[in-house]
């Protein structure tokens, strides 16, 4: 099972497309490690520098429609090769949260208003956070700050998470 707990990269923007996590011009990469330069190159956000803003960081917090675009594992597979196993946001593009699960990645979705309150209480500070897999809770820190939500997603998600991804899982049970 991947690591779900660290540093947190707060993309504060909706609609984060595919094109944007890995710019289609690298599809033609043959290995998994050549799309690590690549994450998030081409997003435009404020105060968002992805060659300094992403080193160290293991988990990203956005809003509403991740990875929404075209259906490429591409996606998942540049976040983590950068170490990022968890995307967490208020909303996923379908194909793109499945790419993620298959991967043995989680992607998991909370409350509009609950990504607010984590934006407005930990975004800007080296803010961190541990996953409890088996109690489905999430525990923010940041500044003596904490916070701790809970979080759900399907058992059959869980499996997959829980077996390194979908390839690991079928091998298990086929």
């Known amino acids: 099972m991947k690591n779900f707990n660290g540093k947190i990269l707060f993309l504060d923007r909706s609609d984060i497309n595919t094109d944007e996590i890995i710019p289609a011009k690298y599809l033609t990469e043959s290995t998994k490690i050549a799309l690590k330069p690549f994450l998030l190159e081409d997003i435009v956000l404020e105060r968002f520098n992805p060659a300094k803003d992403i080193e160290g960081k293991s988990v990203v917090v956005a809003r509403d429609n991740f990875g929404c675009g075209s259906s490429r594992e591409h996606a998942p597979w540049a ?28 992607a ?53 998470v829980k077996a390194g991804g979908w390839v690991d899982y079928a091998d298990q049970k086929y």
């Open 108 to 160: 998991v979705s909370l409350e509009k208003d609950v990504i607010e309150k984590l934006f407005t209480k930990f975004a800007g500070k080296s803010t961190s956070v541990e996953t409890d897999i088996d109690k489905m809770l999430f525990t923010f820190t940041a500044d003596g700050l904490k916070e701790v939500i809970p979080f759900s997603i399907s058992q059959y998600d869980l499996a997959l």
């Open 79 to 106: 976040f983590e090769v950068n170490g990022i196993n968890m995307v967490i946001a208020s909303g996923f593009a379908r194909i793109f949260r499945q790419n993620m699960f298959n991967c043995g990645m989680m």
